[in-house]
């Protein structure tokens, strides 16, 4: 059974860092694209980064202080966030491609404080 299990939430300062990790059962190279994705109370989803074979993408609002990385020994991705902001207080979720079909981790919430 396909799994993403994320971790790395929790209570960080407005300014701090935190960093996300999602990690895959089996190997990621099977997962293409990979990406990490956002939903804040009473908002929609919304996509802040994502690793395939041509690069890297990030959401403008979050350009310049999330990068995305992965860690194929591991087969684990990660989402460094910096300069947090009231804004990205949300539930932070990985989704992988596999042959066509998405795959979810659970959600990591990451709250913010002012």
């Known amino acids: 059974q396909v799994q993403l299990v994320n971790s790395g939430g929790g209570l960080v300062q407005a300014g701090g860092s935190v960093r996300l990790s999602c990690a895959a059962s089996g190997s990621i190279f099977t997962f293409n694209p990979m990406g990490w994705y956002r939903q804040a109370p009473g908002k929609q989803r919304e996509r802040v980064a994502v690793?395939?074979?041509?690069?890297?993408n990030y959401a403008d609002s979050v350009k310049g202080r999330f990068t995305i990385s992965r860690a194929n020994a591991k087969n684990t991705v990660y989402l460094q966030v910096n300069s947090l902001k009231p804004e990205d207080a949300a539930v932070y979720y990985c989704m992988g491609k596999r042959y066509g079909t998405p795959y979810w981790g659970q959600g990591t919430q990451v709250y913010v404080s002012s």
């Open positions: 690793i395939e074979s041509g690069g890297r």
